[in-house]
């Protein structure tokens, strides 16, 4: 049973990390050109940071020791927070697009990555304080319930980004940017 937890948490992790990469701070507007430019370097970073996460989680479930597991799964969201955080602040540190609601846009995006970062802060909170060794039917089925809450949020969390790809200026300097087009091979690199 403890494989099956283990397992669903870290499938839930590498999915809301691939999820998110699909798709107030600075002052004075930016060309959606150059905001796209921006964020893109930003999303390739966190990206990196992720295909990182992700490698770390591989085998996790096949771990024979659950206390080591744990701490595995535990510093993976944490790695995922500090990544996100440090995407957020990029967005969040920068002048919002020049487009109809640019504005909106952005802080609609660091929102999103924001409950992101306290989903899963939360869900670390969960797992250091979950009893690995010896848990009850109780604590490993509230431990389920705790990963499908925590993927439900993140789908939550990851639709808000589609902000960026709903508004066709911004839309279009995305898929016209390099930096977006070096950002997706990161993203790619976490499917496969």
Known sequence: MRKHVLGLLSGLIVFAVV????????????????????????????????????????????????????????????DLDQATAKLAAGINGRGAPDVQSGDQV???????????????????????????TNPSSDEIDQFSSDAESFGSAVDKDVSSLDVFSDNSDLNNAFSDSKACKSAESEFSNLSS
Do not use: M
């Open 19 to 78: 999820a998110a990469g699909c798709g107030g701070g600075g002052s004075g507007k930016l060309k959606a050109a150059d905001f796209a430019d921006k964020t893109c370097a930003d999303l390739a970073s966190w990206g990196a940071a992720l295909t990182d996460v992700a490698t770390n989680l591989q085998g996790l479930s096949d771990s024979a020791d659950a206390e080591t597991a744990k701490k595995k799964l535990s510093a993976a969201l944490g």
């Open 106 to 132: 952005k802080k609609t995006a660091v929102d999103a990555l924001n409950k992101l970062r306290d989903e899963a802060k939360k869900l670390r909170t969960k797992v250091d304080n979950f009893d690995a």
